[in-house]
């Protein structure tokens, strides 16, 4: 990715742990089922969604847990700083490639919110739009899929499935 591309791209990991039914409350996520534990939970700072965004962020997040069988994490809780290793060494297209040209020409600017999993080999996968300008949602879309992370998150040394925000800004 350039540096130099007038389209930033602002990354932000958040990953959700995983335990037994009798190490957690009845409300976490465990391989038993998963679900949201908002006590523990909370969107990283830098983004604030909007209720109808976070309803989607849950929503993602609830479904891939269960495709992980409960072993799915999230960075947003505070008890697994000393445990996880966040994805590393990401590669993706340039993502001013994919600004819209009729957007470009127009002078328009915007940004959008995306959810992504990382997979157990940095793939990504459930690219799913959060919130942002509407317009510029399938360009986010679209450079979300190139890419690809060299180590995704590490759990106790071992690799792990991750929900991960990333902010594409148009400019």
Known sequence: ????SPVLLFALCALMPTASPAE??????????CVIDTARVAPPVQVRYVDQAWATRNELFLRAC?????????V????????LVRPTDITAENSDDHYPPELRK???????????????DGSVS????AQGAEAFRDAAVAVAKTMKFKQPALL??????SLM???FTFQ
């Not at 990715?1 to 130099?4: A, D, L, R």
């Not at 957690?24 to 089922?33: F, G, I, K, L």
């Not at 947003?76 to 445990?83: G, I, K, Q, S, Y």
């Open 1 to 4: 990715m350039s540096t130099s």
């Open 24 to 33: 957690e409350p009845a409300n976490a996520a465990t391989s038993e089922s």
């Open 66 to 74: 269960r495709e992980s069988d409960g072993a799915f994490v999230d």
């Open 76 to 83: 947003t809780d505070p008890t697994l700083n000393r445990r």
């Open 106 to 120: 127009a002078g328009l600017t915007g940004w959008v919110d995306v959810m992504l999993v990382i997979e157990l």
């Open 126 to 129: 459930h690219i799913t739009p």
């Open 156 to 161: 106790d040394g071992k690799p792990i499935r």
């Open 165 to 167: 925000y990333t902010r």
